[in-house]
């Protein structure tokens, strides 16, 4: 199995809501990654994770709260969004070894902040 | 992160004319990673590059890393309308780095 996977596909939420994005892969990889990508702009890092422990956070506002529970999955939890959030979530894997190795990404969670 | 710059930002051909893009850098790079994004679709990697000079091929696809590590290109041969897509090079911040900082990427359309 060399997919990661992305729930939901699409979210539209109030800037009162709470959400969560969930990804998985069951590929045996270490290192799991969020990017926020905009329309027509790259993806942009927010999150790195390595064997479950948070190992970069690019600066990412409280507003995203991000959760590995275990080797597999890996949560971003959504709470206040401002309508300027709205954008593709996605979540990718690699393997962790020395220095980065090609990274598996899903296919994203659409996101809408009304 | 480590910065990268991609050019063109656009490029319009015909189905069957070639096809370049570049990056480059003003520092010495460790590696260069290149991904494809078809249209609604999420990155994926075609292809790392890590020795100065390296050359690397895929069907119609070539890949280049500069002698000085500092800039990279992709050349696709004959384009095709499966080609169509945005071509992203992404590259780290140092060896040994997990921070992945992508170029703006290179939005191909084919004619047909």
């Known amino acids: 199995d060399t997919e990661v996977t992305q729930t939901p596909k699409h979210l539209v939420m109030g800037m009162t809501n709470k959400k969560s994005l969930k990804c998985e892969q069951h590929?045996?990889?270490?290192?799991m990654y969020w990017y926020k990508q905009k329309a027509k702009k790259p993806p942009e890092l927010m999150f790195v994770y390595s064997y479950e422990k948070l190992s970069i956070n690019e600066s990412v506002p409280s507003r995203f709260s991000p959760e590995c529970p275990n080797s597999s999955l890996l949560n971003l939890h959504l709470h206040a969004l401002q309508p300027e959030d709205s954008a593709l979530y996605l979540c990718a894997s690699s393997y962790w070894g020395v220095g980065i190795d090609e990274q598996f990404f899903g296919p994203g969670t659409r996101l809408t902040v009304l | 992160g480590q910065q990268v710059m991609q050019i063109p930002q656009y490029q319009h051909v015909q189905e069957g004319e070639d096809f370049t893009t570049y990056c480059n850098s003003s520092t010495t790079l460790s590696n260069i990673q290149w991904y494809k994004q078809r249209p609604g679709g999420h990155p994926v990697f075609l292809i790392q590059?890590?020795?100065?000079?390296e050359v690397k091929k895929q069907k119609r696809l070539t890949f280049q890393f500069g002698e000085a590590k500092k800039n990279s290109s992709l050349h696709i041969t004959a384009t095709q309308t499966t080609d169509v897509g945005t071509y992203f090079c992404?590259?780290?911040?140092?060896?040994?780095?997990?921070?992945?900082?992508f170029g703006k990427g290179t939005k191909l359309s084919v004619i047909p």
């Open positions: 590059l890590v020795k100065s000079g």
């Open positions: 590929m045996g990889h270490r290192a």
């Open positions: 992404a590259v780290t911040s140092g060896a040994g780095s997990y921070q992945l900082t």
